[in-house]
């Protein structure tokens, strides 16, 4: 059984704690949050035993084994190498730290301390996903890969409002290239690797973070053109270009159907049976992973976490976004 704590109190743990149900020897058995009567309060509607006021105390308690944690971006990195220098295994929410040398320094603690490092990029773990893996040979040579993330945010509403919540706030390293840019980055890196160059532009908002961007990433002989956006939406399915045919993936975010179609008209349905809520599949990646002894991750790798952040650096770069933790 790996018994699990929780940093956060917000709509992505609600979804955390609904998968953890479902899992196989998974059991949360505490909640952090800044105040007690938040803590209570959420411990109390999902029957969770233990909260905690203090990140060091939490960390130190025998009363779990790992962390999953999903605290703003900015506070990743401290979180997990709190967590990991106390012995215990985390999973960490995408992006999983706010640039390359934290992202750097939590994979150190982690080899120093024998423990899982895992980000939580459940898109890569899904069944589906799999799918465009073993068939992705079918379309022979891939020339052009393609994937769009655009979805309007909620919260975008009370920006133009005057009221500038945690999603466009640099001081918490978020924006749209961190926050669902990287659902695009992340497949991509794991089914092709790291590219040969990056071409990023985006449209910055008054905050000082990006609404929207796009990316051009070059592989030499293929090219990736991703989107994003939390300022505008978009239905479009992601697609894998090759000589003899095309993917057709409906949501990269969380691969809902994968479909062939080869260059002569035959289509080909290769989507698999998977579960509503697809957090289930990392949550149980990451149980298995501890239970076997494991400290890193085969698909959600430490190179491939590396490779990810390495371009959102870049594009960063790029589009002047600047983050407080790249001053550190």
């Known amino acids: 059984m790996v018994r699990f704590g929780i940093i956060g109190s917000n709509f992505i743990t609600e979804s955390f704690v609904d998968a953890a149900s479902q899992a196989n020897q998974v059991e949360i058995t505490a909640i952090y949050s800044r105040t007690a009567d938040k803590a209570q309060a959420y411990a109390d509607k999902h029957g969770i035993a ?101 979805q309007y945010s909620s919260r975008y509403d009370a920006y133009k409002e005057g009221v500038v919540m945690n999603a466009f706030l640099p001081e918490l390293s978020n924006g749209s290239l961190m926050d669902i840019g990287t659902y695009c980055i992340y497949p991509l890196v794991v089914l092709f ?32 053109v991703l989107q994003h956006s939390k300022i505008s939406s978009s239905n479009l399915p992601a697609e894998i270009q090759g000589e003899g045919g095309n993917i057709i993936i409906e949501r990269i975010s969380q691969p809902a159907s994968v479909r062939l179609q080869y260059r002569d008209g035959r289509e080909e349905d290769v989507s698999r049976p998977q579960a509503s809520n697809t957090m289930v599949y990392e949550i149980q990646s990451f149980a298995d992973l501890v239970q076997a002894g494991q400290t890193e991750s085969p698909v959600n790798s430490f190179t491939n976490s590396l490779t990810v952040m390495e371009i959102m650096d870049e594009a960063r770069r790029q589009i002047g976004l600047v983050f407080a933790a790249d001053q550190l």
């Open 50 to 150: 233990n909260t905690f006021t203090d990140i060091g105390e939490m960390a130190s308690s025998d009363l779990i084994d790992a962390i999953y944690i999903a605290s703003p971006n900015s506070l990743h990195a401290e979180h997990a190498i709190t967590f990991m220098k106390a012995g215990k295994h985390v999973l960490c929410e995408k992006p999983i730290a706010s640039n390359t040398k934290e992202l750097r320094q939590m994979i150190e603690t982690a080899k120093e301390n024998k423990v899982l490092l895992m980000e939580a990029m459940k898109s890569t773990l899904v069944p589906n996903f799999e799918a465009i893996q073993q068939n992705l040979h079918k379309i022979g040579k891939v020339r052009h890969y393609y994937a769009s993330f655009c």
């Open 193 to 224: 690797g790291k590219p040969d160059s990056v071409q990023a532009s985006a449209v910055m908002l008054e905050s000082g973070v990006d609404g929207k961007g796009s990316l051009i990433l070059s592989y030499g002989d293929m090219e990736a």
